[in-house]
């Protein structure tokens, strides 16, 4: 059975363009295309989608309202078409908050040009929502070959000693409301929080901005050399690989911009490849929800290195795809469902000396 996709966009042009897109693919089929969230709920009804792309900017009703509407009356996986700029960010972050599964990027300029040049990018988030979980609010296409994180850096021959803690989280599709449930729920003396979730660089600022306000942790872009400090957490920039380091007694964060690994830059595996050679036995790991593998092996080395490490369960990801494979590696000590990792995290602190955490 081919994925039946709605197109909701009160673009002409767009929903030709989209439309095109999706009956190019061998497993995908347009049913419909719809100018504006009225006509679509009909076309719902009529059609029933498995996957549904949707316009934030429409006439009548805009796509949040209408986003919020759907998720509460008839939960399907949704994707967001959003513009690549910083208020366009806030909308999509507030998108993924109401259920929506990912975003596809809508070019301001060359529309034609843009939205080709995304076209394997568009087909593959659309198979990745016709599988993932959606939750009610109150295979995917062959690859090349990707890189792996010695594209970055090598694996240390030794550890330099030092007892301070620091978390580490990966997380992709679904990720944005995860880590947020993961932050909201730590005390505001935590170790240091070092982040990679997939995003694209004007995303980064605005989904750290959005954390800050929400958790009792600083939460903010990661910027090269500054200090990794208890209570604050820091999410690696769009444009740039995150790794923890170490600059004489403390960790630092190092941002690099080579290659992509896994097909990403942020890359999980870069980050937890680098806090197992810089912390060791003093991280404290987690891979949450996403799709792909990014992440598996560096938290296999993070195990290795002495580190503990926990995996998001299946029945609350929304994808369990990164969680799987790292499960299937053999580099997760605990795997928990998301609302159960904060407190196991803390307690494990308590366990392991950490001081500062009182709870």
Request: proline share 6%; aromatic share 4%.
């Amino acid at each position: 059975m081919k994925i039946k996709v709605l197109v909701v966009d009160d673009s002409a042009l767009i929903r030709s363009l989209l439309t095109e897109i999706i009956n190019q693919q061998h497993d995908m089929v347009c049913v419909g295309a719809a100018p504006d969230p009225y006509v679509a709920r009909e076309m719902i009804k009529a059609l029933e989608p498995d996957v549904l792309t949707l316009d934030v900017e429409m006439p009548k009703m805009d796509g949040l309202e209408f986003l919020e509407k759907l998720m509460r009356l008839r939960p399907m996986p949704v994707l967001m078409i959003s513009t690549l700029t910083e208020a366009g960010s806030e909308i999509t972050l507030k998108a993924l908050e109401l259920g929506a599964i990912d975003y596809i990027a809508k070019p301001k300029l060359d529309v034609v040009k843009g939205v080709q040049s995304y076209a394997d990018d568009i087909a593959e988030k659309i198979r990745i929502a016709a599988r993932a979980k959606v939750f009610k609010r109150s295979h995917p296409p062959d690859v090349p070959k990707a890189n792996n994180a010695d594209a970055i850096l090598p694996k240390a021959a030794g550890l330099l000693g030092s007892t301070e803690k620091v978390l580490i989280i990966g997380a992709s599709t679904g990720g944005t409301e995860a880590i947020k449930e993961v932050l909201m729920r730590l005390p505001p003396d935590s170790p240091g929080v070092l982040i990679t979730q997939h995003m694209p660089e004007k995303f980064t600022a605005a989904f750290a901005k959005r954390l800050d306000g929400l958790s009792s942790l600083r939460v903010k872009e990661a910027e090269d050399g500054e200090r990794v400090l208890p209570g604050h957490a820091y999410v690696a920039p769009g444009h740039s690989h995150l790794l923890l380091a170490r600059r004489g007694a403390n960790y630092v964060a190092s941002l690099n911009q080579g290659p992509e690994v896994n097909r990403h830059r942020p890359s999980v595996d870069v980050l937890f490849r680098s806090a197992a050679n810089v912390a060791g036995k003093n991280a404290i790991a987690m891979i949450l929800t996403g799709m792909g593998k990014d992440g598996a092996a560096g938290m296999l080395e993070l195990k290795q290195a002495g580190a503990y490490t926990f995996a998001q369960d299946e029945a609350s990801c929304v994808v369990f795809g990164m969680p799987k494979e790292a499960i299937a590696m053999g580099g997760v000590n605990e795997i928990l469902t998301l609302k159960d990792i904060p407190g196991r995290v803390i307690q494990l602190l308590k366990t392991l000396g950490h001081g500062a955490i009182r709870v």
